[in-house]
């Protein structure tokens, strides 16, 4: 298997710009979570899917923030605005099992994004 | 409110030593505790779990101690090699997701 696969590994853009982070999740895994780490504040969850469907998306920092998961191969992670403050290491991570396989999670290798 | 905190943001240990990595949480939910490892460029990979009703738990070189009157965990490593030196990650596992800390860089010395 190819792991978590995410695109694009890098994106540099400038203020006010849309961007799209994209994550395609290990096959057969009912879970995938949206991470962002930064130095201020280590690796925080951003959103939790199970079975496609959003559980959870407290860690949203805000409206400007939206995600999506169509089917069970794909996700997209939308900002829009960005903003220079949303510069940071994007992860995907899926997992399988129940309470969605939530200690041993899979994370795809980023998307360091940096919003000028 | 960070539920998880480590609280040294580096570690230097020579080849061959221990490496001891601490963790506190406030968390009193979190069913599992976990330590992930990451080198750069690359997403944080699982290294080591241990429930809550235990307080140790090994794995090779690794061994991870809780303490949950104390809410404090720990990771051992013994011995300590170079290719040991990344930043690892703390973590709890409550409902459905995992609350990290901000990470320990640890750097082994050949």
């Known amino acids: 298997d190819a792991g978590v696969i995410q695109s694009p590994r890098h994106e540099v853009t400038e203020m006010g710009q849309e961007v799209t982070l994209r994550c395609k999740p290990i096959?057969?895994?009912?879970?995938l979570f949206w991470y962002r780490q930064t130095m201020m504040r280590g690796l925080e969850l951003l959103i939790y899917?199970?079975?496609?469907?959003?559980?959870?998306d407290s860690g949203m920092p805000e409206d400007r923030f939206s995600a999506k998961m169509p089917n069970a191969s794909f996700s997209t992670l939308k900002i829009q605005p960005s903003e220079p403050r949303d510069s940071a290491v994007y992860f995907c991570?899926?997992?399988?099992?129940?309470?969605?396989?939530?200690?041993?999670?899979?994370f795809g290798p980023g998307t360091r994004l940096t919003v000028l | 409110d960070q539920q998880v905190k480590q609280n040294s943001p580096s570690l230097s240990v020579q080849e061959g030593r221990i490496s001891i990595l601490n963790c506190d949480y406030t968390?009193?939910?979190?069913?599992?505790f976990l330590w992930y490892k990451k080198y750069p460029a690359e997403g944080p990979t699982f290294l080591i779990s241990i429930s809550s009703i235990k307080d140790k738990n090994e794995d090779g070189r690794f061994t991870v101690f809780l303490n949950k009157s104390a809410k404090h965990l720990s990771l051992h490593i013994v011995p300590s090699q170079p290719g040991d030196s990344a930043v690892y990650f703390c973590g709890g596992a409550g409902s459905y997701q995992l609350t990290f800390g901000k990470g320990t860089k640890l750097s082994v010395i050949p």
């Open positions: 968390n009193s939910m979190f069913d599992y």
């Open positions: 899917f199970n079975n496609n469907v959003p559980i959870d």
């Open positions: 096959s057969g895994h009912n879970s």
């Open positions: 991570a899926s997992s399988w099992g129940p309470s969605g396989g939530k200690v041993t999670q899979y």
